[in-house]
C-alpha cells in the first residue's frame, strides 16, 4: 500500500534552514506528483508546494515562495523541502501527500518544525 | 486566491444523528472540492473528491453535495469513530485552499 513518511523536523532558530524529506513506497513514485501541505499548531491545513512527477514543474504558495525549495530525486524515491529563512510563522506540522488531480489521496504521518530562539 | 469558508466551526451532534456542514468558495470552482477527515493526532484522511465521489473505504454514511460556490458534506448517522475535524478544499485555482474545518463533537 502507499506509505509516505516525512523526516527532518525540529527546533531551529529564525532565519536558519532546515530541510525536510519525504521517502514513498507503495506506487510508481516516478509517476506521481507530491506535495507538502502544513497545519500550525491548533489551525488548519495550508498547501505549500508541490512538485510534478518529473520534477520540471514546481509551485510554491506565496506564504514561503522565494524561501523555500522543492526538489525530488526520482532514483530514491524521495522529495525534499528545503526551508530556508525560517520565521516562528512556519512552526507547524509538515506533511507530504501524493496527488495529481487536485486532491489528496494519500498523506504521510506528518513531522514538526519548531522555529524558536 | 480562492477564500473558502467553513461553517459552522463547531458541530454538536448525537450519535446516530445526521450531520451537515457547509463550504463556500469566494468564485466558483466548479465541481473542484474534497473533503478531508482529521482526527487528533492523526493526519488528514480524503473522504470525498469531485464534489460528491467517495474515496477507496469510505462508508456509504459520508455525502457530497453542491456545484459552485456551495458544498455540503453529510453524514447520515453519526458513529463515534467520525467525532473529528472535517476540512473542504479547492483544487480549481492554484493555489489550492483549505476552509478553516468545522469540529464535530459530542453532544
Known amino acids: 500500500q502507499v506509505q509516505l513518511v516525512e523526516s527532518g523536523g525540529g527546533v531551529v532558530q529564525p532565519g536558519r534552514s532546515l530541510r525536510l524529506s519525504c521517502a514513498a513506497s507503495g506506487f510508481t513514485f516516478s509517476s506521481h506528483g507530491i506535495h507538502w501541505v502544513r497545519q500550525a499548531p491548533g489551525k488548519g491545513l495550508e498547501w505549500v508546494a508541490v512538485?510534478?512527477?518529473?520534477?520540471?514543474?514546481?509551485y510554491y504558495a506565496d506564504s514561503v515562495k522565494g524561501r523555500f525549495t522543492i526538489a525530488r530525486d526520482n532514483s530514491k524515491n524521495t522529495v525534499y523541502l528545503e526551508m530556508n529563512s525560517l520565521r516562528p510563522e512556519d512552526t507547524a506540522v509538515y506533511y507530504c501527500?501524493?496527488?495529481?488531480?487536485?486532491?489528496?489521496?494519500?498523506w504521510g504521518q506528518g513531522t514538526l518544525v519548531i522555529v524558536s530562539s | 486566491e480562492i477564500a473558502v469558508t467553513q461553517s459552522p466551526a463547531t458541530l454538536s451532534v448525537s450519535p446516530g444523528e445526521r450531520a451537515t456542514f457547509s463550504c463556500g468558495a469566494s468564485q466558483s470552482v466548479s465541481s473542484n472540492l474534497a473533503w478531508y477527515q482529521q482526527r487528533p493526532g492523526q493526519a488528514p484522511r480524503l473522504l470525498i473528491y469531485?464534489?460528491?465521489t467517495r474515496a477507496t473505504g469510505i462508508p456509504a454514511r459520508f455525502s457530497g453535495s453542491g456545484s459552485g460556490t456551495e458544498f455540503t458534506l453529510t453524514i447520515s448517522s453519526l458513529q463515534s469513530e467520525d467525532f473529528a475535524v472535517y476540512y473542504c478544499?479547492?483544487?480549481?485555482?492554484?493555489?489550492?485552499?483549505f476552509g478553516q474545518g468545522t469540529k464535530v463533537e459530542i453532544k
Open positions: 478544499q479547492q483544487y480549481k485555482t492554484w493555489p489550492w485552499t
Open positions: 512538485i510534478s512527477f518529473d520534477g520540471s514543474k514546481r
Open positions: 501527500a501524493k496527488g495529481d488531480s487536485g486532491w489528496f489521496g494519500d
Open positions: 469531485a464534489t460528491t
